[in-house]
């Protein structure tokens, strides 16, 4: 058989040749250096058989910047380090470990809680499986087979990725760790150069915060030491963003022991979240929502009816009351929107009834899986249900999507959309999965929004739209979704009168745009490192008097400027200690009045030190049309 290389030239092979089989009838060296086959844009591994008339490429070890090289060598190095982690944590269950943008990450279920002083241990046993040496072989097997295999080894959730598992299944072995993959792999550990881990994070199982918590660590590899120097160095940019080091430099917020995992507003991160909190509010009412206020505590038969009470107990907050009873902190909003609704009879008139509300929400998280306002377990949602006809959830989808590109462009992050179809343990017929989905997809084309598929990924009870940012440093976040539900409505018993006079049970939209606002300040803080645009700067201008005798016209240009947000700095520091002082607290402009300055020339600085001369028409003008947020 024939196989064509890039070059057009045609390759000779016998009959079941593999990709490395290829590479060696070019040359021993290839063969040595080769990492994985490319053939129409698909990645291959180099031990499975080719087709006749395939066109291929060999990536090699000189790849070092291609996406699927590095994909590659990094998914071995995930493979690495679920071995070193079940060497060095006895009874740890590894779930999965896929390649991602810029490294890799493996979930973990510890027996006990790790945390971030437990990598340096880790990487060290990497370097010494990397100077031992490792292989991967390939092999097939029957589910059976690996069922067998895992449950031995009490690897409960490789057992259940088995049983979801589509195709042959395959195992890749090196040295005594065997791990359940469709590869492709690496031939051996020789090309991993550098190895890193990165960090800990929580990750639920299968990315569903009704499942189990597991423990996340992150990590990168490369084919060589400077590539791996050239990334540290980019995070450490992030790090100097870092939105905790970033709150208490800038007087934002703070965390303490006393409420774990529930952040204390400074005034000045106050004033950020009502900026947020009045954009929600404004938008919300231009597009036809209703705010309304529900308990934040219910009894335990309202969690049971609405489903969370089994899929989310270990995450709830519990509170004794009376002799009998006990009432959970609402998770989520939905339980108390759906009682709202419920508590009267609705005509289809009333429909689309759009309920927003941003109150606080509790989550009983594991412990070590906090992380600043990234993860916390008080929760403030910008959320919303819609409650819909079937004819309406096209529309409303649109709605919620063109709310959301609105969003995401005041911030100047990009957004990404990602539809997730139709899961394994879905509720309801594949007819009304075609219709939901359907009108996901066709709101998503109409708002013309590209968009990815997450083949069954979905909720049991619905499709859903995930949205994600990416910030000026590349990285991707998961904000907000729009779920589609057609059962919780059920649960609660909720209906309304159609035209035809018939009762109909609703759809439900759960829409948050946001995501967590926590969340969204921790992103925000980082993705402007601290240097928020006018709108959102606690302070917009700070007006620094340069003697005694300047103080009142410092304070009366104040009071001219009053619509803004303005502070006067008049302590006895010197001048320049004062300017130093708003640069470091990166307050967007600040105005130096001296015996020069009047209402027809002002001494404007922006944060980044570049001055100008404005009038105060010119200087009321100009904040004006930076603080307008729309
Ligand atoms: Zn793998
Ligand atoms: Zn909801």
């Known amino acids: 058989m024939k196989v064509i290389l890039p070059d057009s030239s045609e390759l000779e092979l016998p009959e079941g040749a593999t990709g490395l089989d290829a590479a060696a009838a070019i040359g021993p060296r290839l063969a040595q250096d080769a990492v994985l086959i490319r053939s129409n844009g698909d990645v291959q591994d180099l031990r499975l058989p080719l087709q006749d008339g395939q066109p291929i490429q060999i990536l090699t070890t000189r790849d070092t910047d291609d996406a699927d090289a590095l994909y590659v060598l990094r998914h071995s190095a995930a493979?690495?380090?679920?071995?070193?982690?079940?060497?060095l944590y006895p009874g740890t269950k590894i779930a999965i470990g896929p390649p991602i943008e810029n490294g890799f990450y493996y979930d973990f279920e510890f027996p006990e809680p790790i945390g971030e002083d437990a990598l340096e241990k880790i990487e060290a046993e990497l370097q010494r499986e990397l100077e031992e040496g490792r292989s991967w072989e390939r092999e097939v097997t029957s589910?059976?087979?690996?069922?067998?295999?895992?449950?031995?080894?009490?690897?409960?959730?490789k057992v259940e990725l088995v049983d979801t598992a589509e195709g042959d299944i395959s195992l890749y072995t090196q040295g005594d760790f065997t791990d359940l993959c469709r590869g492709p792999h690496l031939q051996n550990s020789k090309p991993i150069k550098a190895i890193k881990l990165t960090g800990l994070a929580g990750a639920y199982w299968r990315g569903d915060e009704h499942n189990t918590q597991l423990t996340r660590i992150y990590g990168t590899a490369f084919f060589s030491q400077a590539d791996l120097d050239a990334y540290i160095e980019r995070l450490e940019e992030a790090k100097r963003r870092d939105h905790r080091r970033l709150g208490v430099d800038l007087d934002l917020f703070h965390l303490s022991d006393h409420a774990?995992?529930?952040?204390?507003?400074?005034?000045?991160?106050?004033?950020?979240?009502?900026?947020?909190?009045?954009?929600?509010?404004?938008?919300?009412?231009?597009?036809?929502?209703?705010?309304v206020r529900t308990p934040l505590l219910y009894d335990v038969d309202t969690w049971v009816t609405s489903g969370h009470w089994e899929k989310f107990k270990d995450n709830m907050?519990?509170?004794?009351?009376?002799?009998?009873?006990?009432?959970?902190?609402?998770?989520?909003?939905?339980?108390?929107?759906?009682?709202?609704?419920?508590?009267?009879?609705?005509?289809?008139?009333?429909?689309?009834?759009?309920?927003a509300e941003a109150s606080?929400?509790?989550?009983?998280?594991?412990?070590?899986?906090?992380?600043?306002?990234?993860?916390?377990?008080?929760?403030?949602?910008?959320?919303?249900?819609?409650?819909?006809?079937p004819e309406q959830i096209e529309d409303e989808i649109f709605g919620a999507l063109d709310f959301a590109a609105y969003v995401y462009r005041l911030f100047g992050m990009e957004a990404r959309f990602e539809l997730s179809t139709r899961p394994e343990n879905k509720l309801g017929t594949d007819e009304e999965w075609d219709f939901t989905e359907g009108a996901l997809r066709s709101a998503l084309e109409r708002r013309g929004i590209d968009f990815t598929i997450n083949e069954g990924d979905g909720a049991f009870y619905g499709p859903k739209i995930d949205l994600h940012m990416l910030d000026v440093l590349g990285r991707s976040w998961q904000m907000g979704t729009i779920?589609?539900?057609?059962?919780?409505?059920?649960?609660?018993?909720?209906?309304?009168?159609?035209?035809?006079?018939?009762?109909?049970?609703?759809?439900?939209?759960?829409?948050?745009?946001?995501?967590?606002?926590?969340?969204?300040m921790g992103i925000l803080i980082e993705h402007f490192a601290g240097s928020f645009p006018v709108w959102l700067a606690p302070v917009q201008v700070r007006i620094i008097p340069v003697g005694v005798d300047h103080r009142d016209a410092a304070a009366e240009l104040a009071e001219r400027l009053d619509e803004f947000r303005v502070?006067?700095?008049?302590?006895?520091?010197?001048?320049g200690k004062r300017i130093r002082?708003?640069?470091?607290?990166?307050?967007?402009?600040?105005?130096?009045?001296?015996?020069?300055?009047?209402?027809?020339?002002?001494?404007?600085?922006?944060?980044?030190?570049?001055?100008?001369?404005?009038?105060?028409?010119?200087l009321v003008a100009k904040l004006r049309d930076e603080a307008d947020v729309s």
Not at 79 to 87: D, F, Y
Not at 331 to 347: D, I, K, T, V, Y
Not at 490 to 503: M, P, S
Not at 595 to 618: F, M, N, P, W, Y
């Open 581 to 618: 002082n708003a640069e470091v607290e990166k307050i967007p402009y600040v105005v130096v009045w001296g015996d020069k300055e009047s209402e027809d020339a002002i001494a404007v600085r922006t944060h980044g030190g570049e001055q100008s001369t404005k009038s105060l028409d010119e």
């Open 79 to 87: 493979h690495l380090l679920a071995e070193a982690v079940r060497r």
């Open 260 to 291: 774990p995992g529930m952040p204390f507003w400074h005034p000045k991160g106050t004033v950020i979240w009502d900026v947020l909190e009045a954009l929600r509010r404004r938008e919300n009412a231009k597009r036809g929502y209703v705010e």
């Open 483 to 520: 779920q589609l539900d057609s059962q919780m409505p059920a649960r609660f018993g909720l209906t309304y009168v159609g035209e035809d006079n018939a009762e109909h049970t609703p759809y439900v939209i759960h829409r948050a745009l946001f995501g967590s606002l926590e969340r969204f």
């Open 360 to 389: 606080a929400l509790h989550r009983n998280e594991r412990a070590g899986t906090l992380h600043g306002l990234l993860r916390v377990q008080q929760v403030t949602q910008d959320d919303a249900h819609i409650f819909v006809t």
């Open 143 to 157: 589910a059976e087979d690996a069922k067998k295999l895992f449950s031995e080894q009490g690897e409960d959730y």
């Open 567 to 575: 502070e006067v700095d008049d302590s006895d520091e010197t001048v």
């Open 317 to 355: 907050f519990l509170v004794p009351y009376g002799e009998e009873r006990t009432l959970g902190m609402k998770p989520m909003n939905c339980p108390g929107h759906m009682l709202l609704f419920g508590n009267a009879l609705r005509s289809y008139r009333e429909l689309p009834l759009r309920y």
